[in-house]
C-alpha cells in the first residue's frame, strides 16, 4: 500500500490566507471609523451664546426654556431643557433681565433659544456666534414664548 505522505505546510497555507483576510478586512472597517471619528473630532464647531433678555413683567425667571447644543464636536445637536432659569439685572438696560449660556454647536448645524417670560414681561431672544456676532434676533409679544434659530456659518478656509 502506498501512502501519500500530506505536508502540515499544505493544509496551513489556506488558512492563513483566510486569517490574513479577515485580518485586512478588519483593519480597513475599523480604519473608516478611525477615519470618521478623527473628522467628527477635528470638526469646525462655535461657541454660541444663547442670550434672552426681559423687559416689564413681573418675576426674575424665564419658563420653558430650551436650545440646541452640541455634546462634542462633529456632532449634531441635542434639545436641552429647563423647566425654569434665573434672570440677573442687565447692566445695559434699565427695568430689564437677562439671561444666557454658552454652547458649542458644530459649523453649518442648527442653532436655536426659546423661552417664555413672566406674564406682562416682553422676551428678546439672540444668538450670538463667539459671544459677539449675533446671527439671529426676535422679540416676543408680551407674556410669549419667544424664539431664535439660525444655522451657524460654515468657517472660512
Same mark, same amino acid.
Given at each position: 500500500?502506498?501512502?501519500?505522505?500530506?505536508?502540515?505546510?499544505?493544509?496551513?497555507?489556506?488558512?492563513?490566507?483566510?486569517?490574513?483576510?479577515?485580518?485586512?478586512?478588519g483593519i480597513a472597517l475599523s480604519?473608516?471609523?478611525? *477615519? #470618521? /471619528?478623527?473628522?467628527? !473630532?477635528?470638526? &469646525? @464647531?462655535?461657541?454660541?451664546?444663547?442670550?434672552?433678555?426681559?423687559?416689564?413683567?413681573?418675576?426674575?425667571?424665564?419658563?420653558?426654556?430650551?436650545?440646541?447644543?452640541?455634546?462634542?464636536?462633529?456632532?449634531?445637536?441635542?434639545?436641552?431643557?429647563?423647566?425654569?432659569?434665573?434672570?440677573?439685572?442687565?447692566a445695559k438696560k434699565k427695568a430689564?433681565?437677562?439671561?444666557? *449660556? #454658552? /454652547?458649542?454647536?458644530? !459649523?453649518?448645524? &442648527? @442653532?436655536?433659544?426659546?423661552?417664555?417670560?413672566?406674564?406682562?414681561?416682553?422676551?428678546?431672544?439672540?444668538?450670538?456666534?463667539?459671544?459677539?456676532?449675533?446671527?439671529?434676533?426676535?422679540?416676543?409679544?408680551?407674556?410669549?414664548?419667544?424664539?431664535?434659530?439660525?444655522?451657524?456659518?460654515?468657517?472660512?478656509?
Amino acid at each position: 500500500m502506498t501512502r501519500f505522505a500530506t505536508s502540515s505546510h499544505s493544509r496551513t497555507a489556506p488558512r492563513i490566507s483566510i486569517s490574513s483576510a479577515v485580518l485586512a478586512l478588519g483593519i480597513a472597517l475599523s480604519g473608516c471609523g478611525a *477615519v #470618521e /471619528s478623527w473628522d467628527k !473630532a477635528t470638526a &469646525d @464647531a462655535w461657541s454660541v451664546t444663547y442670550e434672552v433678555t426681559v423687559a416689564g413683567g413681573s418675576g426674575d425667571s424665564l419658563q420653558d426654556v430650551s436650545y440646541l447644543e452640541a455634546e462634542k464636536r462633529g456632532e449634531d445637536s441635542t434639545e436641552v431643557t429647563e423647566d425654569s432659569v434665573a434672570t440677573t439685572d442687565d447692566a445695559k438696560k434699565k427695568a430689564s433681565s437677562i439671561w444666557s *449660556v #454658552e /454652547s458649542m454647536v458644530t !459649523a453649518q448645524k &442648527d @442653532a436655536s433659544i426659546a423661552a417664555t417670560p413672566a406674564q406682562g414681561g416682553t422676551a428678546t431672544c439672540r444668538i450670538l456666534l463667539d459671544g459677539v456676532k449675533e446671527i439671529a434676533a426676535e422679540t416676543g409679544a408680551p407674556g410669549e414664548r419667544v424664539q431664535c434659530e439660525a444655522t451657524t456659518p460654515a468657517f472660512e478656509k
